[in-house]
């Protein structure tokens, strides 16, 4: 088999694997799946329970990651890893259509309670015609249902952009398509207080834009949504994690939270779950730095007892007084750049109207500290061959030993021994490593743990055949941290 051919039978399979194909992609995934191990073995991925035990409606799926401007262009290489290049991206756009056709349990409530404004207006854009279905300003997000009519072209984006009669312009938080032809998109929610909200489509790719004046009534949706101010902290070791506010929407429920510590030059930042450690660099004048993130959980057929995607590494909320876990779509950071720490918010499925009692258990956080010196080599990679290498890089107690590099999928991976304190579980720690490439530095975009006793990190293949290899930080992980947030009827 091609693997071109691979390819195309890997966008088709979380269709064929949920019964919904056409005809004719049944008869070409059948026909390719006759003669293909591999693409077997995907589907029988897709066809495990996403988490064993719950309903279907409680599972989650992953359709990217933010790690910078330079390697935003590569979250699909940071999927490809784990499964295969393309997978991820199909699974992704698939639920975004399930999501338009309303089947999605985020929107439910809202549309049995008939809360959505119906819009129905079509514009045209070059050669595009945009159509509005419908919009649901929920106090959590506000959510835009469209369809481009022909579908986009590779390599064409929409950009939307939304201001309402008072003059406010509400930051876009991204949406998610099927085939260029169908989206959703989220913004900022309206203010309580707009009568009308003007959106605009653009595209770079012509000139021009598609404008929809909207009237709207935000505090229809606002008295069905359920906003509390718990003032909770906790502290793990010397950081400080405080969950400010709750807004508990009809589609979707958000925590928001803070973390500090102490300003210490040892510190090179804490890193939340599997993400890589957040830090302002403050300088005389102020920060020099900042930086924001969004990641999303990925199936849990992606899940294992290690490697890159380790079970009780993201948030976690359970309703107790109906008994049942409400499912974390995405988490969301940024350094805050008065104190130097982070802020962010976690994204959850909506939360039962009844529920009156929640458990909230932070994901793990790991605060990185930089090595006593400077800890970097000079690596010369092959494009093809695999090299046997032995070089150590430290920190403390603990030691990662280089020893080998490989081109695997079009990235660089790096395979070091491990060796820490035999008290601590292995994922105990977590190395922080770059690369510097073309004279930037790039951070690894997967870690994984194939064993006790080996570290696999891997980087985008770089353009240069030599690059500096430097350990910036090691992490240690914290205590848990755990929280019951009441909520007043």
Known sequence: MTNRECEIIEDLLPLYADGVASDASLELVERHLSGCARCRELLEIYREPALPGLPENETGYLDGNGFGFRLRRLAVVLLAGIVIATSTIAWASYHAGRNMALRDPS??????????????????????????????????????FYRVEPGLQDKVNLNVGMLDDKGVHYDPRGGRGLHGRDFVYDLEPVNLDAEKITLTFTTDAMPG????????????????TRE??????????????????????????????????PRDPEIAGV???????????????????????????????????????????WADLVDETNGKRV????????????????QGSFHFEPVDPSARQLKLTSPPLYLYRFPEQEQTMELTWSRQD???????FKRGPVSFTLEKAAVEDKQLALYFKFKG??????????PDFRIQDQGFWQEHIRLEWPDEEHVKVTFPR??????????????EKLPGIGFEINITP
Do not use: C
């Open 271 to 313: 890193g939340i779950g599997i993400d890589h450690p957040m830090h302002t660099t403050m300088g005389p004048g102020g920060p020099t730095s900042a930086e924001g993130r969004v990641s999303r959980m990925p199936p849990a057929a992606m899940i294992k007892g290690s490697g890159a995607f380790p079970p009780g590494f």
């Open 327 to 342: 499912k974390l779509e995405e988490t969301r950071t940024q350094t805050d750049t008065l104190t130097g720490g982070i």
């Open 462 to 475: 770089p353009e240069d055949e030599k690059v500096l290899l430097k350990l910036r930080s090691v992490g």
């Open 209 to 224: 834009e598609a404008r929809f004046e909207i009237p709207v009534d935000p505090t229809t949706v606002a008295q069905e």
């Open 386 to 392: 695999k090299q046997s290498i032995d070089h150590v």
């Open 107 to 144: 929107f439910r409530q809202a549309e049995k309670m008939g809360l959505f404004t119906e819009v129905n207006q079509s514009r045209e854009l070059g050669p595009y015609r945009i159509t509005v279905d419908r919009v649901l300003l929920d106090t959590a997000r506000t959510t835009v």
């Open 228 to 261: 509390i101010y718990p003032a909770l902290k906790a502290n793990a070791g010397p950081v400080e994690f405080a969950v400010d506010r709750a807004v508990l929407g009809l589609s979707e429920s958000i925590v928001f939270f803070r973390i500090r510590w």
């Open 421 to 430: 304190d035999e008290a601590k579980p292995h994922q105990y720690y977590r």
